[in-house]
């Protein structure tokens, strides 16, 4: 269930290139229960920016939350490089995703 629904999200936000080697909005970011389950990674020392974050980039890419999905495809988080996709995402769109995100997040 949450498998399809997950999916189901990020399948509805478009995806870019990003400038090579650039992680600059990598982060603390926030991680649904699921998500957090699909990590087979152990976290980085702490005091780095995200503890995925390896030397080369993501060491989880594939399965990034969401909301690293989500970041430079809708108004509010657009990339300081200028990097977006053909066809942002429009403030509402982002925003039902996000809803949707959030309950789902919140079940038990
Ligand atoms: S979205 Fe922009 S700031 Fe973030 S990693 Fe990609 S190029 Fe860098
Ligand atoms: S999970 Fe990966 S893409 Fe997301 S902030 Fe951390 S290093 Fe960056």
Same mark, same amino acid.
């Given at each position: 269930?949450?498998?399809?629904?997950?999916?189901?999200?990020?399948?509805q936000? &478009?995806?870019?290139?990003?400038?090579?080697?650039?992680?600059?909005?990598?982060?603390?970011?926030?991680?649904?229960?699921?998500?957090?389950?699909?990590?087979?990674?152990?976290?980085?020392?702490?005091?780095?920016?995200? &503890?995925?974050?390896?030397?080369?980039?993501?060491?989880?890419?594939?399965?990034?939350?969401?909301?690293?999905?989500?970041?430079?495809?809708?108004?509010e988080?657009?990339?300081?490089?200028?990097?977006? &996709?053909?066809?942002?995402?429009?403030?509402?769109?982002?925003?039902?995703?996000?809803?949707?995100?959030?309950?789902?997040?919140?079940?038990?």
């Amino acid at each position: 269930m949450s498998a399809k629904v997950h999916k189901a999200l990020y399948a509805q936000i &478009p995806s870019f290139k990003c400038k090579e080697g650039c992680t600059e909005c990598c982060g603390p970011v926030p991680f649904s229960a699921w998500e957090r389950d699909q990590v087979k990674i152990e976290p980085g020392k702490l005091g780095r920016r995200c &503890p995925y974050l390896g030397e080369t980039g993501c060491l989880i890419y594939e399965n990034r939350p969401l909301m690293c999905r989500l970041y430079g495809t809708v108004p509010e988080m657009k990339c300081p490089h200028k990097c977006r &996709p053909e066809k942002m995402l429009s403030s509402l769109e982002g925003r039902r995703i996000l809803a949707k995100y959030r309950k789902m997040a919140e079940r038990p």
